[in-house]
């Protein structure tokens, strides 16, 4: 699980660089200390750089997820940060409000300082009607799987029959989760996965018994092999369940004190028998257009997740499809 400051900090990085796309933001930056003759260095959170040397332009962002506001004596040390490293300006986001002895500093600094908050908001209030939101948890299963067939088509003859035996005994060993499969190499699948792709994502399936062919046709089929890739045509059956599971999901607006609201994030979470799952979508709003240029998810091992846009509908659809956890071939 990502601890919640470093996901937050992960979130602002990514807010940060939906409102500025031709900056260079980063997470988790080791500055120099200008002023230090043994080298000193600080850490910022994240920083943003805009411009090119000798024009550049450094703002770092401190983010602090506790369930208290900022205090004066932790603002004062943010900025004291901002002379050290040289930056020109300095974002602080909270979850939040500011007390007021921070933003009078915050305001005589001009435009170094900024102060944002992210901050929940009721139903009522939420702006976001450009598309329906329907966030949907399908947990696929595939308890049974087996091969039914299998060829290497280029290992065929006596020259071959080394590789080909070394091959088989790796097949025979391979369990459903193994990254051993491909369409492209060097990009790299396991067999559940595959598995999954054919199970349909629009209703609950009950058990269900189907059989792919792959390799027989284009697109080529690949195994890897000790480190070799081999042409396989491979016939799997294998059983799936399906449950889709309709999930709640809340909205946080990104508030800069005295310009408003700068972005949004819908965020969704689901416990799901494999763990939690959490996404956060920052949404931009640029003139008449809304703007999505990135998604943070967390998941468990061995969980795969898929980002649907639905045409026509105009509804929003995230999937998360969880692989069995186990399982031989």
């Given at each position: 699980m ?6 937050l ?80 300006h ?29 901050t ?10 450009f ?93 890897l ?5 081999m ?42 028998q ?6 956060k979508?920052?949404?931009i709003?640029?003139?008449d ?9 967390n ?31």
């Amino acid at each position: 699980m990502v601890n919640k400051g470093i996901f937050l900090e992960q979130l602002v990085r990514l807010i940060e660089q939906s409102i500025a796309p031709d900056a260079v933001v980063e997470q988790n930056v080791v500055l120099p200390v200008l002023s230090s003759n043994s080298g000193a260095k600080a850490q910022c959170d994240v920083v943003i750089r805009t411009g090119r040397s000798p024009r550049e332009t450094i703002t770092i962002v401190e983010v602090q997820d506790r369930q208290s506001p900022v205090d004066i004596n932790t603002f004062r040390g943010w900025q004291e940060k901002l002379k050290d490293v040289g930056a020109q300006h300095l974002y602080c986001v909270s979850r939040h409000p500011f007390p007021e002895s921070i933003r009078e500093k915050a305001a005589l600094s001009g435009n170094t300082v900024k102060l944002i908050t992210l901050t929940k908001l009721d139903a009522d209030a939420i702006p976001l009607n450009f598309f329906e939101r329907l966030f949907l948890y399908q947990d696929v299963d595939i308890p049974y799987a087996r091969k039914k067939s299998f060829r290497f088509p280029s290992l065929q003859g006596d020259n071959h029959k080394e590789k080909r035996e070394r091959a088989i005994r790796e097949l025979a060993e391979l369990k459903t989760n193994d990254l051993k499969f491909s369409f492209c190499p060097p990009q790299l699948l396991a067999l559940s996965t595959i598995c999954i792709n054919q199970v349909s994502a629009e209703a609950d399936l009950s058990p269900e018994m189907k059989s792919i062919h792959l390799g027989f046709d284009r697109p080529f089929f690949f195994f890897l092999s000790t480190g070799e890739w081999m042409l396989i045509q491979l016939e799997v059956e294998f059983t799936s369940v399906s449950k889709l599971t309709k999930i709640p999901h809340s909205i946080l607006s990104y508030d800069q004190l005295e310009d408003g609201t700068l972005a949004w994030v819908v965020e969704c979470f689901y416990q799901s028998q494999w763990g939690p799952v959490w996404t956060k979508m920052p949404v931009i709003r640029s003139g008449d257009e809304w703007i999505i240029s990135g998604m943070l998810v967390n998941i468990p091992e061995n969980m795969q997740f898929n980002f649907h846009l639905e045409k026509g509908t105009r509804q929003k659809i995230e999937r998360w499809k969880a692989v069995s956890k186990d399982g031989s071939l």
